[in-house]
C-alpha cells in the first residue's frame, strides 16, 4: 500500500497557527539533592506541528477527502511538503539565487513522513465563504 502524499492545492498556511515542538526524549532521573539531571529516553525524536489553513468550498472537500478517505480519518501515516523550506529556492553563500544551466530557478525539495495527532482537524468559519482547518501532525524521524 502506497503512502499518501499532501494534497499540491493546500499548500498555503497561516502563519499564526503555525507552531513546533520537539518531544521530549528525556527521562529524568531522581536526585535526592541538587538540580534534576536526565538521561535519554529514546533516540529517535518525532516534532509536533500545529498548523492551520484557510480553505476555499473546493479546498475543504480536497482536505475532508484527504483525511477521510486516503488517510483512513487519520489512522494512516502521509507524506507533506515541509511548508519552513519546500519550493523555497536555494541560495548561495552571498544570498544569490542558484540557477540551472538555463536559467529555472533550482528549488529545495523537502517533505516529511507524518502522523496525525491526537485530536481530529478542527473546523471553524471565516468570513462568509471560507473555512479554516486547524490541525496537528507529528514529524516522524
Known amino acids: 500500500m502506497t ?4 494534497p499540491n492545492e493546500l499548500d498555503r498556511f497561516e502563519r499564526s ?3 513546533v ?5 528525556r527521562q529524568k532521573r531522581s536526585n535526592d539533592a541538587g538540580p534534576p539531571s536526565y538521561r535519554r529516553r529514546f533516540s529517535s525524536i518525532a516534532k509536533g506541528v500545529s498548523l492551520s489553513i484557510v480553505l476555499t468550498r473546493n479546498e475543504k472537500e480536497i482536505f475532508d477527502r484527504f483525511y477521510e478517505q486516503d488517510c483512513a480519518h487519520g ?8 511548508p519552513t523550506t519546500h519550493g523555497w ?3 548561495t553563500h552571498e544570498e544569490e539565487g542558484m540557477l540551472v544551466e538555463n536559467g529555472v530557478p533550482l528549488l529545495i525539495a523537502e517533505r516529511w513522513l507524518c502522523t496525525w495527532g491526537d485530536t ?5 468559519i471565516v468570513g462568509q465563504v471560507r473555512f479554516r482547518k486547524s490541525f496537528n501532525v507529528w514529524v516522524l524521524p
Open 89 to 91: 529556492q536555494l541560495l
Open 120 to 124: 481530529p482537524p478542527s473546523e471553524s
Open 75 to 82: 489512522a494512516r501515516e502521509f507524506w507533506m511538503p515541509d
Open 21 to 25: 515542538q520537539a518531544q521530549d526524549g
Open 17 to 19: 497557527g503555525w507552531q
Open 3 to 6: 503512502i499518501p502524499v499532501w
